[in-house]
Antibody
Framework: QVQLQESGPGLVKPSETLSLTCNVS????????WSWIRQPPGKGLEWIGY???????NYNPSLKSRVTISIDTSKNQFSLNLNSVTAADTAVYYC??????????????????WGQGTLVTVSS | DIQMTQSPSSLSASIGDRVTITCQAG??????LNWYHQRPGKAPKLLIF???NLETGVPSRFSGGGGGTDFTFTISSLQPEDIGTYYC?????????FGQGTRLAIK
């Protein structure tokens, strides 16, 4: 059974880069869309972007200029970099496996499973 | 972006009650609609995919329906473990978007 686990600093200074890694265990990374989703405290869910195992990426236009997602299939992990952070980027960051059963404009059909999430606070 | 609007934003109900949540998409998304349940302090969990298909292991008291722009999520008999927040999610187009959530509490 596949499991995902996020890791990285819990505190980042404004204007710096937020960096997180998601470790995937229990299965290979093949044929899935490895995704990042965030949730500001007390608020809803925002899809950040995904990377396919070929290295193809797609990002939410609202964050595209600041986001990079990378993958290392040999280590069974993928990573998120979000630069020039502000307090508005304070959130719980989740990694998730994106599943595609049918080809649709949205690429990913659903997210399953998710990591437990990690809170990242942007503050000086 | 396709806006997803859930209603109500919160509700409380008694054990055994039938509970229904609605999700309206800003444009036609066909059947490309999923539902997730998030318990307090936990990650969201997929319950229903493609409008009405239950994920493996999800109890049959959960169901979904609709199509196009209007969708429903129903719990036929509310149980204590059903508390938390429910989110709809569309994949009819990028970027993938979620509803704002419906917080469910026990009365």
């Amino acid at each position: 059974q596949v499991q995902l686990q996020e890791s990285g600093p819990g505190l980042v200074k404004p204007s710096e880069t937020l960096s997180l890694t998601c470790n995937v265990s229990g299965d290979s990374m093949g044929h899935y869309y490895w995704s990042w989703i965030r949730q500001p405290p007390g608020k809803g869910l925002e899809w950040i972007g995904y990377i396919y195992t070929t290295g193809d990426t797609n990002y939410n236009p609202s964050l595209k200029s600041r986001v990079t997602i990378s993958i290392d299939t040999s280590k069974n992990q993928f990573s998120l970099n979000l630069n020039s952070v502000t307090a508005a980027d304070t959130a719980v960051y989740y990694c998730a496996r994106g599943v595609r059963v049918v080809v649709v404009p949205g690429a990913i059909n659903w997210f399953d499973p998710w990591g437990q999430g990690t809170l990242v606070t942007v503050s000086s | 972006d396709i806006q997803m609007t859930q209603s109500p934003s919160s509700l409380s109900a008694s054990i055994g009650d039938r509970v229904t949540i609605t999700c309206q998409a800003g444009q036609d998304i066909s059947k490309y609609l999923n539902w997730y349940h998030q318990r307090p302090g936990k990650a969201p969990k997929l319950l229903i995919f493609d409008v009405s298909n239950l994920e493996t292991g999800v109890p049959s008291r959960f169901s979904g329906g609709g199509g196009g722009t209007d969708f429903t999520f129903t719990i036929s008999s509310l149980q204590p473990e059903d508390i938390g927040t429910y989110y709809c999610q569309q994949y009819g187009d990028l970027p993938i978007t979620f509803g704002q959530g419906t917080r469910l509490a026990i009365k």
